[in-house]
């Protein structure tokens, strides 16, 4: 197992979730996973969705208190008319519930406007609160609202939802007040985000500045112990966004364009 594969696996058991327990669904036992004793090789090149669901799905394959039955179980009302898809389909062993668990991972950065509090991601096409209503709307509601489209030895079962929705909030690294928008965990991750124009203006230029490659993005700092990290010169043209840990800091910094978030039509 690689340090990377592992701290990915390890995070899924650790970090906080995102979203407090909703009254669609609560937070998944995450806690009682356990990590395999061997694993498969992660691809680090697939998209962060991707990649942590087939994390999950090698944990959930090992578990001693959970099954996994399905994965990325597709719900057709005839073959022309997809209408959802539910990320896992698991067994409780303990109480022997069936379980329909929806995962996600996101990040997203508190930005003060005219009309309030919005909360974009890195692509603004996200926004936490597009997915919040998203989940709760149709997301979670899928089993309960499609239950005569599962398959068959599915439809007769009282199913349980739960999700396990991680990441990180981003305050602005001048706001005075964390942002703590409607569902929020209140024990989330959390870290501070900047413009590249105002990096000098709150770190010394002899800062360590470390790149967090994104498959690492989930994962606490204290599970990056041991793991080589690129640092990045503070010179370079930004070309993307970045997840920094700089110097000794504990949170994540997340340092973006001098245009967001305008670029991003907000």
Same mark, same amino acid.
């Given at each position: ?21 909703? @009254?669609?669904?609560? &937070? ?23 990649? %942590? ?9 090992? =578990? $001693? ?16 008319? /997809? ?24 990040? %997203? ?6 009309? *309030?509090?919005?909360?974009? &991601? ?21 089993? =309960?609202?499609?239950?005569? %489209? ?10 349980? /939802?739960?999700?396990?929705? !991680? ?6 690294? !001048?706001?005075?007040? $964390? ?5 929020? !965990?209140?024990?989330?991750?959390? &870290? ?15 800062? $360590? ?10 994962? @606490?700092?204290?599970?990056? /112990? *041991?793991?080589?990290?690129? /640092? ?17 800091? @504990? ?7 001098? *245009? %967001? ?6």
């Amino acid at each position: 197992m690689t340090d990377i594969s592992q701290a990915i696996l390890q995070s899924l058991i650790q970090a906080p979730l995102l979203l407090e327990d909703l @009254p669609e669904a609560k &937070g998944f036992p995450h806690q009682t996973l356990t990590l395999p004793p061997e694993t498969s090789p992660l691809n680090f090149e697939q998209k962060l969705g991707h990649l %942590y669901e087939n994390a999950l799905a090698q944990l959930l394959e090992t =578990s $001693s208190s959970h099954k996994l039955l399905a994965q990325n179980l597709q719900i057709q009302k005839d073959q022309h008319r /997809t209408v959802g898809e539910l990320d896992f389909l698991i067994r409780d062993l303990t109480s022997g519930q069936l379980v329909h668990l929806e995962l996600a991972t996101k990040f %997203y950065l508190a930005v003060e406007t005219p009309n *309030g509090l919005t909360l974009p &991601g890195p692509d603004a096409r996200d926004n936490y609160f597009k997915k919040l209503a998203r989940l709760r709307e149709h997301q979670l509601q899928l089993p =309960s609202l499609f239950k005569d %489209y599962l398959p068959p030895e599915f439809q007769n079962e009282p199913i349980l /939802t739960q999700h396990l929705v !991680n990441g990180c909030i981003f305050d602005h690294i !001048n706001s005075a007040n $964390s942002a703590s928008p409607e569902s929020l !965990n209140p024990n989330c991750r959390r &870290g501070k985000w900047l413009h590249h124009k105002d990096l000098l203006k709150h770190f010394p230029s002899k800062s $360590s500045f470390k790149i967090i490659p994104k498959p690492l993005w989930p994962a @606490p700092f204290h599970l990056l /112990t *041991g793991i080589p990290l690129e /640092t990045w010169i503070q010179e370079e043209p930004l070309t993307r966004c970045l997840m920094l840990r700089i110097d000794d800091e @504990p949170m994540p910094y997340f340092m973006v364009s001098n *245009g %967001y978030p305008k670029e991003l039509g907000l």
